[in-house]
């Protein structure tokens, strides 16, 4: 994985110490400092969940007109928000965060800046603990205000194919894998070392993943050729929740778990946390 780190050419106003960008490659660029002093930087979007005034505001270091610095980007912007304050910003659009479960805030708002008006509804889960995260093949990171996968790739399916998106909140880097799975480019920037790091690895381990073309020249965010050939499931021929698993596949080519029999042939692909995906190829 092509990686490199330089101090950030971005004017300084003496907030934290110094940026540091780190490349993960083509799509992916991380800043680990503090976002006012970075911003502007050039991006199609903003998709971000700034600290709110509302909730652990010491151990998110907020301040007042902190979320000020998004005037700077003049580009489409989804930006989270608690119900309990006004949004500081203006906006044209509005969504709901609905987390679909029983919990002491039932939604958070999502403002639309920059971009279309109206107001939707988006009903995913909460992550909140890894029993929360595995219901929706998600991962529990730890950080108290994570954000489910699906629902920041909601936001990014709306963006243009290739769009580069900035995160100048990135937390533990939740759009950063919804960028990387949807084919959109990545920029985030955090500010605290311990969920830079958190961040950094998450999405190291996703683009060590590659894409796999299943034909067509359609390609699927997965593993790439030689971590999938040693996560492929191994299982001898068993039921397991109505799907029958293949012993020791010998490629990876999906025509070969092709059996002339009436059962289902299905193959799973794994991630490092919990099988991602079981595929009909019969």
């Excluded at 009903?123 to 996968?149: E, L």
């Amino acid at each position: 994985m092509d990686e490199q780190s330089t101090p950030a050419e971005v004017p300084l106003v003496g907030h934290t110490v110094e940026p540091v960008v780190v490349r993960l490659g083509p799509s992916v660029t991380l800043i680990h400092g503090d976002c006012r002093d970075c911003l502007p930087i050039e991006a199609d979007a903003v998709i971000t969940d700034p600290p709110y005034p509302s909730w652990l505001t010491k151990e998110y270091n907020f301040t007042d007109g902190l979320v000020d610095v998004l005037e700077r980007q003049k580009c489409r912007q989804f930006v989270f928000w608690t119900p309990s304050s006004p949004f500081p910003l203006s906006y044209g659009g509005k969504r709901i965060w609905d987390k679909a479960v029983g919990t002491h805030t039932q939604f958070e708002e999502i403002y639309e800046r920059n971009g279309k008006t109206g107001y939707k509804v988006h009903r995913h889960y909460i992550i909140n603990s890894t029993v929360a995260a595995s219901f929706t093949h998600d991962i529990y990171t730890g950080h108290p205000s994570q954000k489910p996968i699906a629902l920041i790739t909601a936001l990014a399916e709306e963006l243009p194919q290739g769009a580069t998106v900035l995160d100048p909140f990135m937390g533990s880097g939740t759009t950063g894998i919804a960028c990387i799975r949807t084919g959109r480019k990545f920029i985030g920037i955090e500010l605290d070392a311990g969920y830079f790091a958190t961040a950094r690895a998450r999405l190291e381990r996703e683009l060590a993943q590659g894409l796999l073309d299943f034909g067509g020249g359609a390609v699927a965010p997965t593993h790439n050729v030689t971590a999938l050939r040693r996560r492929v499931a191994t299982y001898a021929e068993a039921d397991c929740w109505g799907l029958h698993f293949l012993k020791s596949p010998a490629n990876l080519s999906p025509s070969s778990f092709l059996r002339s029999s009436s059962k289902v042939a299905c193959f799973c692909i794994f991630d490092s946390s919990s099988m991602t995906s079981a595929r009909n190829v019969s």
